[in-house]
């Protein structure tokens, strides 16, 4: 089947979400429920520093790859504007789940990004997803190449990302094999280890 990767438009909202919700089962974004996520991913398509792109796989939609050439402007941005409106969208994981929520949603109102020290003008690569059941065929794949171009089209010269170090090893050796490179180590909430991932932009790969 063809694979092919375009900017979103509004239309794409919904298989955003739900391509979302099936990969990233158990995920803190995922409880916060699809009000919520609506609102985060309309953000990058609205956003003018924000990139979203989805993979379709024949004629479906399957996968999407979201992130932002401006991260702390993104952040700060989307807090004034949709601040409330997301924090409405998470009561009832709010209800279910006070504490764990709670702290997630008071970290994020301070979240610029997390840009490295070394290239604090690098593009957030935030999300990147594709249906379970079409995982393995080259989508993922295909998405972070469309992202990391769009990015330098913009001007950027850098894409990072953060993913866990721990239990994580089939998504690290992804990365890894186009073309990012572990810079450091971040802490979350005094125990959650990730890896901040960094990728040149323009560099050719050696493999895929």
Request: aromatic residues 8%; hydrophobic residues 40%; proline residues 5%.
């Amino acid at each position: 089947m063809t694979v092919t990767v375009r900017k979103a438009t509004s239309g794409d909202i919904e298989t955003v979400v739900a391509t979302h919700l099936r990969a990233f089962q158990g995920f803190f974004l995922t409880m916060l429920g699809p009000r919520f996520l609506r609102r985060l991913y309309s953000a990058f398509l609205d956003e003018p520093t924000g990139i979203l792109l989805v993979g379709e796989y024949g004629s479906a939609v399957s996968g999407f790859v979201a992130g932002t050439t401006n991260p702390q402007g993104f952040f700060r941005r989307l807090l004034a504007r949709q601040g409330a409106g997301l924090a409405l969208s998470a009561v009832p994981a709010l209800l279910r789940n006070p504490h764990r929520v709670g702290q997630r949603l008071l970290a994020a109102v301070t979240y610029r990004g997390e840009p490295p020290a070394t290239r604090p003008d690098a593009a957030l690569l935030s999300s990147i997803a594709v249906d379970p059941e079409i995982s393995g065929r080259g989508l993922a794949g295909e998405l972070l190449e469309g992202f990391v171009t769009a990015a330098g089209r913009s001007g950027c010269q850098a894409v990072y990302l953060t993913t866990d170090r721990d239990d994580n090893v089939p998504v690290r050796n992804f990365y890894e094999r186009n073309g990012f490179r572990a810079e450091d180590l971040i802490v979350r909430d005094g125990r959650r280890s990730m890896v901040r991932y960094v990728r040149e932009i323009g560099q050719a790969l050696e493999h895929r």
